[in-house]
Every structure is written in structure tokens, then in C-alpha cells.
């Protein structure tokens, strides 16, 4: 793979990542940025599935539903 990146960006980097931890530092942020973009494309894809499937056992009371499903959990605190 080759990468170029202009001469300030490689600078700052290189001030963030330290002594011989470029290649490190790219990696995470590749990886950082890999994560945000699935995330992004799982949300593009799902987005409105429910609109056509209502209606809902929320759709009254959102907060409501959201409480009751907490109490529902043995596993969960409060």
C-alpha cells in the first residue's frame, strides 16, 4: 500500500504519535475510521425499517416502554 499525506499532516503525526510510532498511530486511526464507517453504513442500511412495519408498542410512550423493558431484566440494577 502506498499512502501520501502532505509534509504538515506527517508532521503532526509524528508530534502526536512519538518517536518511531507512525506506522502505529495510521493504523488506529485507520482502524478508528474503518469502525465509524461500518457504523455509519449499519445505519444508512437500517434506516427506516420501522416506519413500514408500525405500529409500535412505543409509539405511545417511548420513556414508558424503555422502563418497562429495564424492569423486565433480571440482570439489570435499579
Known amino acids: ?6 509534509d504538515d499532516l506527517v508532521a503532526e503525526v ?7 510510532e507512525r ?3 495510521v493504523r488506529r486511526a485507520v ?9 455509519a453504513e449499519a445505519l444508512r442500511s437500517s434506516a427506516g ?8 408498542e412505543w409509539d ?3 420513556a414508558a416502554w424503555v422502563r ?6 433480571a440482570r439489570r440494577a435499579g
Do not use: Q, T, Y
Not at 14 to 20: I, Q, S
Open 1 to 6: 500500500m502506498h499512502i501520501e499525506l502532505n
Open 14 to 20: 509524528d508530534r502526536l504519535a512519538g518517536p518511531r
Open 23 to 25: 506506522s502505529a498511530f
Open 31 to 39: 482502524i478508528k475510521a474503518l469502525d465509524e464507517a461500518r457504523r
Open 49 to 56: 425499517v420501522l416506519r413500514e412495519s408500525g405500529p409500535h
Open 60 to 62: 405511545d410512550d417511548p
Open 68 to 73: 418497562a423493558g429495564r424492569h423486565a431484566d
